[in-house]
T-cell receptor
Framework: AQKVTQAQTEISVVEKEDVTLDCVYE???????LFWYKQPPSGELVFLIR??????QNEISGRYSWNFQKSTSSFNFTITASQVVDSAVYFC????????????????FGKGTKLSVKP | GAGVSQSPRYKVAKRGQDVALRCDPI?????LFWYQQALGQGPEFLTY????????KSGLPSDRFFAERPEGSVSTLKIQRTQQEDSAVYLC?????????????FGPGTRLTVL
């Protein structure tokens, strides 16, 4: 069965600190996709990044970076020099690709990590 | 351009009432998903449409839940005889292509409270 575990329920940091959000997943599929979404207090889920299971390159986008390690089934997310506006709940999610990408791809979410960045 | 919209944003229902939640996906998006998010939890899949066809309803928790998308655009999630355990945020998401590689765009959700 597919499963996503975000062991950190809540994290609190002071502005400008770096913070890493952990994500561990389980799947029997050889091809799958991993996502991170941000949910600010307004409630809308905002897409941050997508990763194909065959692409283990780390990615950096501004203050955000992602470390995908297939060997440990982890897809961790780091925010460098955190800001108050980063305060939100962050979700890691998994979807299967199916044969020839034919899976409908409903997302399986972790329980989320609530990040609070204090000034 | 316009994103996914949902209405109402908030709904309070007395136990036993029927409710209808509306989702307007991004224009032209083929795929539409409904998720249920309980307090402090991640969203959980309810049902999936490809155009007007409901291809997967395996996540619907009971036969009191019903979803439709008759013309392949707007979708309605209906809950009959609401119970307190139905209280949650109901999220709608749409996706432009069939491929599960593409990201889903989420609406703001409808927060349902059943008293």
């Amino acid at each position: 069965a597919q499963k996503v575990t975000q062991a950190q329920t809540e994290i609190s940091v002071v502005e400008k600190e770096d913070v890493t959000l952990d994500c561990v997943y389980e799947t029997r599929d050889t091809t799958y996709y991993l996502f991170w979404y941000k949910q600010p207090p307004s409630g809308e889920l905002v897409f941050l990044i997508r990763r194909n299971s065959f692409d283990e390159q780390n990615e950096i986008s501004g203050r955000y970076s992602w470390n995908f390690q297939k060997s440990t089934s982890s897809f961790n997310f780091t925010i460098t020099a955190s800001q108050v506006v980063d305060s939100a709940v962050y979700f890691c999610a998994l979807s299967e690709a199916g044969n020839y990408g034919g899976s409908q791809g409903n997302l399986i979410f972790g329980k989320g990590t609530k990040l609070s960045v204090k000034p | 351009g316009a994103g996914v919209s949902q209405s109402p944003r908030y709904k309070v229902a007395k136990r036993g009432q029927d409710v209808a939640l509306r989702c307007d996906p991004i224009s032209g998006h083929v795929s539409l998903f409904w998720y249920q998010q309980a307090l402090g939890q991640g969203p959980e899949f309810l049902t999936y449409f490809q155009n007007e066809a409901q291809l997967d309803k395996s996540g619907l928790p009971s036969d009191r839940f019903f979803a439709e998308r008759p013309e392949g655009s707007v979708s309605t999630l209906k809950i009959q005889r609401t119970q307190q355990e139905d209280s949650a945020v109901y999220l709608c998401a749409s996706r432009g292509e069939r491929s599960s590689y593409n990201e889903q765009f989420f609406g703001p959700g409808t927060r349902l409270t059943v008293l």
